[in-house]
């Protein structure tokens, strides 16, 4: 990212290439809206640029926020790759008169014989190439939980802030006066910043198996996670219990009174 200014576009790359690209869309915009007003989303289905999206901000500000707090965020079990675009998007240039169309590129007949595609001959956002992709599809498919997992352990890595005391957070939240409820597959999530989602929040409890849904309360900066079993509830506890989800807000993680 070193010498590339700080624009209203954000790249976002190593993105789950397995998922239905409007589904993504929404979910990315779902995800990103917290943090300040989307001109535009563009992600393509093509295989050259599967895996990758960016997102335009109506403020630099709004990118610059984004991209801080959710570099590494783990995005259907994948932790997102994020840097400012290269080059202007579309929609921006458009806004300050700047647009100039770009040539179509026609793709030859003997080409498609040989099983080669042009790039897409208009696009919304900067042409940026993902730095790596390589595996086919089912390596992707095997290579995912691990990554998932390695997520889990290096949880620290996901925000530059976060610091390496959540233990000390833990046991500060774990006790409580009234009495602790018993283990039990639903967790009751405290503490949260006034920015999340439903969907923010689903993206980072379902890197714990078991995982069924998210109940956000509104208003109250509380929710509830669903588990399968109070076993897998209980990695779910012991592994985000202190996660830094803003560098100012640690989650407070129990499980639910029955």
């Known amino acids: 990212m ?10 976002v790359n190593n993105l789950n290439d397995k998922i239905n690209v409007e589904t993504l869309k929404k979910s990315l915009r779902e995800v990103f809206a917290a943090f300040g007003t989307i001109t535009d989303i563009v992600a393509m289905k093509s295989l050259k640029r599967r895996g990758q999206a960016w997102i335009i901000f109506k403020e630099v500000s709004s990118a610059t926020n984004a991209l801080k707090s959710l570099q590494g965020f783990p995005f259907y079990n994948k932790p997102m790759r994020i840097s400012y675009a290269r080059t202007k998007s579309d929609a921006v240039a458009k806004a300050d008169g700047t647009y100039v169309e770009r040539p179509k590129k026609i793709v030859k007949r003997e080409d498609l014989r040989k099983g080669k595609s042009a790039a897409p001959a ?4 900067p042409v940026q190439e993902a730095p790596k992709k390589t595996a086919p599809a089912a390596t992707v498919a095997a290579a995912a939980p691990a990554q998932s997992q390695k997520s889990i ?3 620290i890595g996901w925000n530059p802030q976060q610091t390496p005391n959540a233990p000390k957070a833990a046991q500060a939240a774990a006790p409580k006066p009234q009495g602790v409820a ?3 597959r639903t967790l009751f999530v405290e503490n949260l910043p006034s920015e999340a989602t439903d969907t923010m929040l689903s993206m980072l409890f379902r890197q714990y198996p078991g995982f069924q849904e998210v109940r956000l309360i509104p208003g109250r900066n ?3 996670v669903d588990y ?3 076993y897998q509830s209980g990695m779910a506890l012991q592994g985000l219990q202190g996660f830094a989800m803003t560098p100012e807000v640690k989650l ?6 029955k």
């Open 182 to 184: 018993e283990p039990n």
């Open 122 to 125: 208009v696009t919304a956002a």
């Open 153 to 155: 352990q290096d949880r």
């Open 228 to 230: 399968q079993n109070e």
């Open 2 to 11: 070193a010498g590339v200014p700080q624009n209203q576009t954000l790249y």
């Open 252 to 257: 407070n993680l129990s499980y639910a009174r």
């Open 222 to 224: 509380v929710a509830f």
